[in-house]
């Protein structure tokens, strides 16, 4: 096994009063915002997001295997 940088990038996102940060190894666009996003629910196992507070996810996109 080899050694993997993290992601560093944080895209972050307004779910009415939640906030998302999603890292990732570069910005998101919209559509990857709302994979994490549903990422996030399932993984957390809820079905909407809470009113207020915040969460964090990790994605792969961007990193670039050579």
Known sequence: MGDYPNP???TVVKIGGFTLYCKAFRHLTKEEMKQAAA???RQSRRKSFPKTGSGEVISL???DQE
């Open 39 to 41: 990422l996030w629910l």
């Open 61 to 63: 996109h961007g990193f």
């Open 8 to 10: 560093n990038v944080v």
